[in-house]
């Protein structure tokens, strides 16, 4: 199997909001390979994205920037998330934009965890 990119999450935020935009699904291990924020708003606003391993509590984060208004900012990078890990973001404000992508492996029952 060839793997292939992939979007795994696209979020607008119409409210101030912390929580899950990806959980990997189970069977499947998942790369994080970029995560974009964009501030559609008039003021700065502080972005968060981090990956979270409930399991545990284990969280890094990813993406940690103060947007300016109507700028992005962008994570690229290697993370991998084991079936039920997930991607979370926190947003201060409304109007922030989202798009996170990546690869989703099929597991085939073969390989640690």
């Given amino acids: 199997m ?20 990806f959980t990997c699904p ?4 998942t790369i994080v390979k970029s ?3 964009f ?11 981090y990956v979270y391993h409930p399991a ?4 890094v984060l990813t993406l940690n920037s103060t947007l300016q208004a109507n700028t992005a900012s962008f994570w690229d990078g290697w993370v991998v998330l ?3 890990d997930l991607l979370q973001v926190a947003l201060q404000v409304a109007g922030i934009n989202v798009w996170a ?3 989703l492996l099929r597991l085939t029952g073969a390989e640690p965890l």
Avoid: I, K
């Fill in 2 to 21: 060839t793997a292939r990119s992939t979007q795994l999450a696209a979020y607008h935020s119409t409210a101030a909001f912390t929580g899950t935009v």
């Fill in 26 to 29: 189970t069977g499947w291990r």
């Fill in 35 to 37: 995560v974009s924020a």
């Fill in 39 to 49: 501030n559609t708003t008039a003021a700065s606003s502080l972005v968060q994205s």
């Fill in 56 to 59: 545990n509590g284990a969280y």
């Fill in 82 to 84: 084991n079936p039920g």
């Fill in 101 to 103: 992508s990546g690869t």
